[in-house]
């Protein structure tokens, strides 16, 4: 940890190292065969989804697991040393307890004691908005590292008899380090976050009834399982990712040959791929990997990231343009310059 007083000088912030990590389990679309009334045909179809990975059953494997191994690899590619962290901030739905925050364990779990630790809950915003959190907090000059986890055990909130949902969801962690630099023009150059709360019945987890939309809502029967208006949310995912990369280009005056690669929250391969089409981005540009890992909330735009950085396939100044959308309902982005 750094104690340090404001920086009296504009700076930038680096994108220093990432990090994931999944369980070992592998769920593939032929195993959801044998449990719901499914097929490998219409998942691929309908979500682009193949595999996604699950923690076993029994196995006490959680988020504060899954988030300290991908923060350790993060810090080892960053190449800083744990006790240097000053803020660890981790994004996810599916704490393993309501207190502590995971944060707080993780912080422990990677020898970074003493740090900030604290926990968002976002869904699938989550990342995003720790992103946006991170990065004003460095550029404000009062600290100097800041770690951002998404990690998810969805699986602990699944309706494995509902087939509307089951399909959709897997286990995971994303991580990345960032720290201060002296060139102010990198890091975060433009960031929104929204919600809107009147909405929260189209994806939402119910313990009890006192839980339940008094009308209209979705509820499966089971309590403590994601309940999920499929409809409503394709639409909003649909005309918000799009309207959102929108925004961002016009904000920061960029067209889509400026920007190398766009990471949306894996969601659906078909919202995806909508708005790549009608936004004009190449297959390069708009990345996907939701094929291999399911529907990972918080999660899975830094899984995204995280393998972008091992296959060397960004350069200093490049952009990136990061938009995610999820549960709440909430919606975030961010255009970043490597």
Not at 27 to 37: C, I, Y
Not at 127 to 134: D, E, G, R, T, Y
Not at 232 to 248: C, D, L, P
Not at 283 to 301: C, F, H, K, P, W
Request: with cysteine; charged share 20%.
């Amino acid at each position: 940890m750094t104690d340090a007083p404001p920086s009296p000088h504009a700076r930038g912030v680096r994108l220093m190292g990432t990090g994931m990590a999944l369980p070992a389990r592998r769920l593939a679309n032929a195993d959801l065969e044998k449990m719901v009334d499914t097929s490998d045909e219409w998942i691929t179809q309908r979500t682009g989804i193949k595999n996604r990975y699950v923690v076993e059953n029994g196995s006490g494997e959680g988020v504060v697991d899954l988030g300290s191994r991908a923060l350790t690899q993060a810090l080892q590619r960053a190449q800083l040393d744990p006790t240097q962290l000053d803020v660890l901030i981790c994004a996810t739905m599916t704490p393993d307890m309501i207190c502590p925050a995971a944060a707080c364990q993780i912080v422990d779990r990677v020898g970074a004691t003493p740090c900030g630790a604290m926990d968002l809950s976002a869904a699938c915003s989550g990342f995003v908005s720790a992103l946006n959190i991170a990065a004003s907090f460095i550029r404000g000059g009062v600290y100097q590292h800041v770690a951002i986890i998404g990690a998810e055990v969805l699986s602990s909130i699944t309706n494995w008899e509902d087939r509307g949902t089951c399909i959709l969801f897997g286990d995971g962690a994303g991580a990345a380090v960032l720290g201060a630099s002296d060139d102010p023009d990198q890091g975060s150059l433009y960031q929104t976050m929204n919600s809107d709360g009147g909405r929260w019945n189209e994806l939402y987890c119910p313990r009890n009834e006192d839980h339940l939309p008094e009308t209209g809502a979705a509820f499966t029967g089971k309590y403590d399982t994601l309940q999920m208006n499929g409809r409503e949310i394709y639409k909003f995912a649909v005309s918000t990712m799009q309207g959102m990369i929108r925004t961002a280009m016009e904000a920061c005056d960029l067209a889509p040959n400026d920007i190398r690669a766009v990471i949306p929250h894996q969601s659906n391969a078909r919202i995806i791929e909508s708005a790549r089409d009608k936004l004009g981005f190449s297959e390069e540009q708009m990345i996907l990997n939701i094929d291999r890992y399911g529907n990972t909330s918080s999660a899975s735009v830094g899984l995204c990231l995280n393998e972008l950085m091992e296959q060397d396939a960004l350069s200093p100044g490049d952009i990136i343009l990061f938009v995610a959308l999820g549960g709440g309902l909430t919606w975030a982005s961010n255009v970043w310059r490597l």
